[in-house]
């Protein structure tokens, strides 16, 4: 029997996902009046933030720009308790949106798709699920969100633990008890950062396995007031045209100045002007050419490590806590209490560059030159991000080329939106987009946003569209282009796909700005969809 013949049901549109992204995307979908399903393979919606839902997980974006901007009605709605919110109030508000939507009833729930491949002859894609249905859809759209394949690192010995074992990203519903138990914590990312502190208070001891010490700032978090709420919903058409012209997706007031402009007392007042506000990019905006000159970039590295000298008691971990790279080549880190946990009596460091895992033994951990016995053991060792989400999927394109081995040696995109020999797939907030660079939520409208537009203009056409091969490779150029003239691909970091074993070595976002990719993206629609081919 053919593919075609075996299918139960065919639909406009297929959106993998239901996070942010899959939840947006099937409200436009339906809005523009395509018929659409969205396969969800974790038990409820959520995304990313029903997986990570580890102990002090909560948002480094502020709550107040942390939200769909499209419709005044949830704006209105919904109201954040504190300035960056926790995980389950993000939660909530996601069921919120879905229920207010009505979107649960277009939503299939532990279904997870297995391959998605793209028929040349119908010209539509063939979506298999693990029950082995099969459906046929003509746009096929993941939106699998860009940090949701965990890493959990190969390290010798790993599947034979046996005490209790997690990772941040996959964090299980019930409660974990810590109450006096010998707790491993492998990582110090976002992750490990907020999570380390609230395991400290509960656990006998915490053991903290730091591989490169980071650069973190206070968060500052604090209920959000009566008064600010107001006025960010009063003033929201304005603060959201902010947004969508700003670099990260929030509103921004970088400055000119670039650090020799200030003597060294003046820069200081304003790296502590910085320190006090505790938004995630303060430091990024204080000068010019941080991001761009070691010289420059260093002022702000000494000024954050001496801020964790200050903080930490005992030298030696403070010596050991020193980031060495160049700020914000990493994701900056905000955190509430992180380096001061390490002036808690129940809490060590234990530094991997000097004394490497050697191996996970049966009850704990063994570096180059101790053993420790652990209760638990939490990796916050991060994820594939970006790709990896993509990778997983199995996804065959045209002349039965799979993405897999179209990226084998490097990701090739056009926007981060499509790739070629792919027609018909779209992604959100892909590879080569603002993406993790950006506020997610504001860089998910614009694709979503985009991408509808386009299927409204295939739709009227009657065509199938696909990236061309000379627009994706001038792209991908430009992304590497920039991120060059910066110091971000100076650094091994997840946004290099450094911290996956055998990922190719490359810049894997746009550094240019989410206003002016945004401007673009608009570009190329409207003239006619430049780069891209309609069969
Ligand atoms: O992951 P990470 P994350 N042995 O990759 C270490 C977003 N996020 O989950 O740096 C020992 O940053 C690794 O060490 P190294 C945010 O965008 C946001 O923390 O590779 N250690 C590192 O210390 C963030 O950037 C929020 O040397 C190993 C850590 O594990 C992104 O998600 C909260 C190791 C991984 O850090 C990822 O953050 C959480 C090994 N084999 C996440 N392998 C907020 O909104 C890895 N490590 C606040």
């Not at 974990?176 to 656990?203: L, W």
């Not at 001496?306 to 880190?333: C, Q, W």
């Not at 990226?407 to 018909?424: C, D, H, K």
Request: glycine share 8%; aromatic share 12%.
């Amino acid at each position: 029997m053919s593919f075609a013949k075996q299918h139960s049901k065919k639909y406009d549109a297929i959106v993998i996902g239901a996070g942010f992204s899959g939840l947006y995307m099937l409200h436009r979908l339906r809005e523009a009046g395509f018929s659409a399903r969205v396969y969800e393979a974790a038990w409820d919606i959520g995304g990313t933030w029903y997986f990570n839902r580890y102990p002090g997980a909560r948002c480094d974006i502020e709550s107040i720009y942390y939200n769909y901007t499209f419709s005044e009605e949830l704006l209105n709605e919904w109201t954040w308790s504190s300035k960056y919110a926790e995980q389950h109030e993000i939660l909530s508000y996601i069921n919120f949106v879905a229920d207010k939507l009505d979107l649960r009833k277009d939503i299939q729930l532990q279904t997870e798709v297995t391959s998605a491949k793209y028929n040349e002859k119908t010209q539509k894609w063939d979506i298999e699920l693990e029950n082995g249905s099969k459906v046929m859809t003509t746009y096929f759209i993941p939106a699998v969100g860009v940090l949701s394949a965990s890493n959990i690192p190969n390290i010798k010995g790993i599947d034979h633990f046996q005490r209790e074992l997690y990772h941040t990203g996959e964090w299980p519903h019930d409660k974990v008890d810590f109450k006096g138990k010998r707790v491993g914590v492998v990582g110090t990312g976002s992750s490990g950062i907020q999570a380390i502190p609230v395991i400290a208070q509960e656990a006998g001891h915490l053991t903290v396995f730091q591989r490169t010490p980071q650069y973190s700032s206070p968060a500052h978090n604090h209920s959000l007031d009566s008064e600010t709420i107001e006025k960010t919903k009063e003033n929201f058409s304005e603060i959201r045209q902010a947004m969508y012209a700003s670099m990260h997706g929030v509103p921004s007031s970088a400055r000119t100045r670039s650090t020799d402009q200030d003597s060294p007392e003046e820069r200081q007042r304003t790296y502590e002007k910085a320190w006090q506000d505790g938004g995630l990019f303060s430091f990024l905006y204080t000068y010019s050419d941080i991001a761009f000159t070691p010289e420059a970039n260093e002022t702000v590295a000494q000024f954050i490590r001496s801020k964790i000298n200050e903080t930490v008691h005992d030298p030696e971990t403070a010596k050991k806590l020193m980031p060495d790279f160049y700020y914000g080549t990493k994701r900056p880190i905000l955190n509430t209490g992180y380096f001061e946990t390490y002036n808690r009596e129940n809490v060590s460091l234990i530094d991997l560059r000097s004394a490497p895992i050697e191996e996970i033994t049966p009850n704990g951990l063994r570096t180059s030159n101790s053993e420790y016995d652990l209760d638990i053991l939490v990796f916050a060792t991060g994820f594939d991000a970006l790709t990896g989400p993509l990778l997983k999927l199995n996804i065959q394109g045209k002349d039965g080329v799979t993405l897999n081995e179209k990226w084998a040696e490097g990701t090739q995109t056009y926007l981060g939106i499509a790739t070629s020999g792919f027609p018909n797939m779209f992604m959100i907030t892909g590879p080569q987009s603002p993406s993790v660079l950006s506020n997610m939520i504001v860089s998910i409208e614009q694709h979503v946003d985009w991408i509808v537009d386009c299927l409204a203009y295939l739709s009227e056409h009657n065509a199938t569209i696909e990236a061309d091969a000379e627009a994706e490779q001038m792209w991908a150029q430009q992304c590497k282009s920039i991120a060059n003239m910066t110091l971000l691909s100076k650094t091994d970091s997840w946004y290099m796909g450094a911290n996956i074993e055998g990922k190719p070595r490359e810049f894997l976002a746009f550094a240019g700005g989410v206003g002016p990719y945004r401007q673009i993206c608009d570009r190329v629609a409207s003239k006619g969809y430049e780069g891209f081919t309609f069969l």
